[in-house]
């Protein structure tokens, strides 16, 4: 039998070397940082949309809210008005909106009195202070929008 003397630090080179060529020679397919790139585009470009649409909404949203806020703007709301009567409370006058348009302040008297002749024909009929069954128009120029609320106010 017969040995051979072998260098240890050799022997270990030899063999990282032989494990790197294998690991360089196996086939590992990582995605490409284009193929990557496009779909984060295009991923990006589906939620652009939506994320820009919902901004759009939420400004048109605050500036409809706001446009009475600015001045310039103001609502002329048509409300129906009956007397009620209950014996708890007394009589009270219940307003109910039943339009609201949004105008300009300077358009907001003419758009009440024609608001008012065009609802007068078709809603108003006796006389609030005889009639029991009686309903009238009012229209109010006023800075919120009160369409389909209902207030009481004191008759």
């Not at 063999?15 to 284009?34: A, C, G, K």
């Not at 008297?109 to 007068?120: D, M, N, P, T, V």
């Amino acid at each position: 039998m017969q040995y051979e003397q072998i260098d240890l630090f050799e022997y270990l080179e030899e063999m990282e070397l032989s494990e790197n060529q294998d690991f360089l020679e196996t086939d590992v397919s990582f995605p490409s940082p284009w193929t990557t790139g496009i779909q984060d585009f295009m991923d990006r470009a589906r939620t652009f949309g939506k994320r820009q649409l919902l901004a759009i909404r939420t400004a048109a949203a605050w500036f409809i809210k706001a446009a009475p806020l600015l001045f310039m703007f103001q609502y002329v709301n048509v409300y129906t008005v009956k007397r009620v009567f209950k014996e708890e409370v007394g009589k009270y006058d219940l307003y109910q909106c039943c339009e609201s348009v949004l105008t300009s302040r300077w358009n907001a008297e003419a758009i009440s009195l024609h608001l008012k002749r065009q609802y007068q024909i078709s809603h108003c009929w006796g006389s609030l202070g005889r009639d029991h069954w009686a309903q009238e128009i009012a229209v109010f120029a006023e800075a919120r929008r009160m369409y389909g609320q209902t207030i009481r106010k004191s008759a």
